[in-house]
């Protein structure tokens, strides 16, 4: 009886205080809040918001929303309440704000993963450094020609390796070729037993940057803490290593762009988390730009012919001259440009980004309450009708007038973080993509009806290859197909 009461009291008393907090955000705020609803008290909206991101259509969420209150809502989500906006003015606004305003904002089990001193979690005069120094880097030609040359490199191998008689899972294939590349420009390190155990560490830490935070033995996010401290070890090597022989003063990778600066606030610890951190996109956004173009360009013969024309002769053309493709070569197909930027915006590899105001702040109308989070949602804009004719057709033809610098296409995000990295994703892309399409051409009859009749291949037709994708990578297309048919050219 005394148990039933206490509870009672303290569900009442929960309840007065939530109903008290919420009448005082109306009070105080106004109507300035955005519409939307904050949901369940402590969740608020985050397993909605979760379900949906994991559905066939994870921007349900947001249309929802965006039906009911307009395209800013406030809401309620990973433990903060978020004013949401789905509106491009508003977000290029959160983009161009500094950290006088907004600061960034991520899960608590991602912040621990990724250190305090994460390029990703810095604010102010040591992010604009760090920034600069890295996109420096990452522009020169010296790095371009360097990825270049390890990309054909990879590329052969892996493209070499495959195999009729099983399938060909694209993701996994980028994935070891992305990291390798990105790794040597990070480190220098070159494939061999050491890039083994870094490979194996790495994927346990990037497991657990959406676990639950809990640190305690035996649970993810520990695990990947371990993980990590392996890599950070195994990094601090290298920079020991390299301190002690004398720093190259032309950077051969990016620890010695970090060891250049006289900077005493770039430390080890410093260095070693932002390598390990810059990582990430060598093992996920990359291989996954590629993973989806490929799969797009499979669904749409004509964008596939286009761009095998366009590559072929640029492949003639070297056939002639006889020397190797330069990383300025990749970059100069037109069509290969527009079928990567259009595999940008429908793919929307990161969804949005997340920003804390420091103070109340007012965009279009919208209040953003000081502590609160705002979610700038890329995702909802590339997808809008109202931007894009047919959003959800792949139509690399949309970019030959478009003006790809406006506000209504984000996916490298934008203002001072701006992605450092985004000249390199598109020559890994293009690269990648130059050497698919002159080795492979798609056998669309057997595509098709494979996949209609959902026929599982045997792999056993001479000389037809199985490419595959994870069901992770295909929410947008309406009639998804689990795998492609291609054969190799008879040279
Ligand atoms: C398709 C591939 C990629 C996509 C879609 C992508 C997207 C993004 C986005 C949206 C941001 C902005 C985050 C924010 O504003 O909080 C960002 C930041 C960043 N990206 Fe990328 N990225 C890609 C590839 C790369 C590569 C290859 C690198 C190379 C290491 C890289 C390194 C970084 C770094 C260091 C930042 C943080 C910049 C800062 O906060 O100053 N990215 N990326």
């Not at 965006?66 to 903060?80: A, C, D, E, L, Q």
């Not at 790794?183 to 890039?195: C, F, H, N, Q, R």
């Amino acid at each position: 009886m005394d148990n039933i009461l206490i509870v009672s009291v303290t569900v009442f008393l929960l309840c007065t205080v939530i109903l008290l907090y919420r009448n005082r955000l109306k009070s105080k705020y106004r109507n300035k809040l955005p519409l939307g609803t904050l949901g369940w008290p402590f969740i608020g909206e985050t397993l909605e918001f979760v379900s949906c991101a994991y559905s066939d259509r994870p921007e349900s969420f947001m249309d929802k929303r965006r039906s009911m209150y307009g395209k800013v809502f406030k809401s309620h989500i990973f433990g903060s309440p978020t004013i949401v906006s789905t509106d491009a003015d508003v977000n290029k606004f959160i983009l161009q704000s500094d950290a006088k305003v907004f600061v960034p904002s991520y899960p608590k089990s991602l912040t621990q993963l990724m250190g305090e001193s994460s390029i990703l979690l810095i604010n102010g005069s040591l992010q604009r450094r760090i920034h600069g120094l890295i996109g420096a880097f990452f522009k020169s030609q010296q790095l371009k020609a360097q990825i270049t040359r390890d990309m054909q490199k990879y590329v052969t191998e892996s493209m070499s390796s495959w195999k009729e008689d099983s399938p060909v899972y694209i993701q996994d294939e980028t994935k070891k070729i992305a990291f390798h590349v990105l790794v040597k420009a990070l480190i220098s390190l070159d494939p061999g037993e050491e890039m083994e155990l870094l490979k194996k560490h790495f994927q346990e830490f990037i497991s657990g940057l959406m676990s639950l935070p809990i640190n305690l033995p035996g649970t993810k996010l520990y695990q990947s803490l371990q993980a990590k401290k392996k890599m950070v070890k195994l990094v601090r090597r290298i920079i020991l290593a390299k301190r002690n022989s004398g720093i190259c003063r032309v950077p051969k990778d990016v620890v010695d762009v970090l060891l250049n600066d006289a900077s005493e606030k770039l430390t080890d610890d410093l260095i070693a988390d932002n390598i390990i951190d810059m990582m990430i996109p060598g093992e996920d956004s990359v291989p996954v730009l590629m993973t989806l173009a490929t799969k797009y360009l499979s669904e749409c013969p004509a964008a596939l012919q286009q761009l095998t024309e366009e590559n072929m002769k640029l492949k003639k053309l070297q056939d002639q001259v006889g020397e190797s493709l330069c990383w300025s070569d990749y970059l100069s197909l037109p069509f290969t440009q527009t079928v990567i930027t259009e595999t940008l915006r429908m793919g929307n590899i990161i969804i949005g980004v997340m920003r804390k105001a420091l103070r109340d702040f007012e965009i279009k109308g919208n209040l953003i309450p000081k502590g609160w989070c705002v979610f700038a949602n890329f995702r909802s804009v590339h997808l809008d009708d109202r931007n894009y004719e047919c959003p959800y057709q792949f139509n690399p033809w949309r970019w030959q007038d478009k003006d790809m610098s406006s506000c209504n296409f984000t996916p490298f995000g934008g203002g001072q973080r701006l992605c450092p990295g985004l000249d390199l994703a598109r020559l890994e892309a293009s690269i990648f993509l130059h050497h698919f399409v002159t080795q492979f051409r798609c056998n669309s009859e057997l595509s098709h009806s494979k996949n209609e009749k959902e026929d599982a291949c045997d792999g056993k037709e001479s000389g037809i290859l199985r490419l595959g994708w994870p069901k992770s990578v295909e929410p947008l297309l309406p009639k998804a197909k689990e795998q492609a048919f291609y054969e190799k050219y008879k040279m």
